[in-house]
């Protein structure tokens, strides 16, 4: 009698005995079971190995497959299941690992999932949590890199986001904090430096403009008050508005300091010359 597949009958054998578990027996006649070859496996009676299916592993063939443990992996005919590596996670074991994405980590092997990367750090590959952020700079979490604070804000945490100059302020990038506008100058936009005053304007500091100067005075840099001394309009003139000085015309005449208008130009007296700016009588 000839052996069917899945049974075989060796020399001197006067029946035939069923293939063993872990061998198969793929014809009828077989002399001898054939060893199941790494990643299959076979209960008794086979004519075929079987595939060790994903995410099981198959250390013994004539045993039956063994279930991956979490954060293992294996894809079909596997003879063991791989441990996930530190920078992916294996949410199934069945599936080829998956790469953390950009700022987030897996520093442990096994892993079901990746962890963000925390705020105030940056994480520049998948397996570890990069250095703080340096002063005046900031990360919100999940960030492969520190962001430089932008020119008009501040970062005096590097966890938290940039905080605006308050008016009157400023600073360039990467500030951990911001800047008083110095007097004599203004600061209309945050993110650019101090502006000096121009000529007839004046500032203690800590404004976003400057502001004219009295009548009367021609105030030049650097002016940190109205009426600065040094600054009192000359004679045979006015200065109004503060930024410019207008000579008396032609027959008249200012002898005094600190005109804030064309009333301070009085008409020549008869038998002298007055020409424009004139701050004296001239025979």
Known sequence: KVCSAGSFSGPGMS???????????PIDGLTAPERCPLGTWSPPNSSLCLACPAGFQCTDPGSIPQGCSVGWWSADY??????????????????????????????????T??????????????TDIGPSCPLGWYSLGAQVECIGCPAGYYCPNASLPPQPCRPGEWSAAEASLCA????????????????SCAVGFW??????ACK?????????????????????CRAGGY?????????????????????????F???????YFCPPGTSSFVD
């Not at 008083?180 to 502006?195: K, M, N, T, V």
């Open 265 to 271: 130009c009085l008409p020549c007296p008869a038998g």
């Open 239 to 263: 200065c109004s508005p503060s930024w410019s000085f207008r000579a008396c015309p032609a027959g008249s005449y200012n002898n005094q300091t600190g005109a804030s208008g064309a009333g």
């Open 15 to 25: 029946s035939c005995d069923s293939c063993p578990a872990g061998f198969q027996c």
């Open 78 to 111: 596997a003879y063991n299941c791989t441990m996930c590596e530190a920078g992916f996670f294996c949410p199934s074991t069945t599936n080829l690992p998956i790469p953390c994405p950009a700022g987030f980590i897996s520093n442990t092997t096994a892993s």
């Open 212 to 232: 004219p100067c009295n009548d009367g005075f021609l105030c030049t840099f650097p002016a940190v008050e109205p009426a600065p001394s040094k600054d009192i």
């Open 113 to 126: 999932s990746c962890t963000a990367c925390p705020p105030g750090r940056a994480c520049p590959t998948r």
């Open 203 to 208: 500032s203690n500091g800590s404004v976003q």
């Open 180 to 195: 008083a506008c110095p007097p004599a100058h203004e600061c209309p936009q945050g993110d650019l430096p101090p502006q």
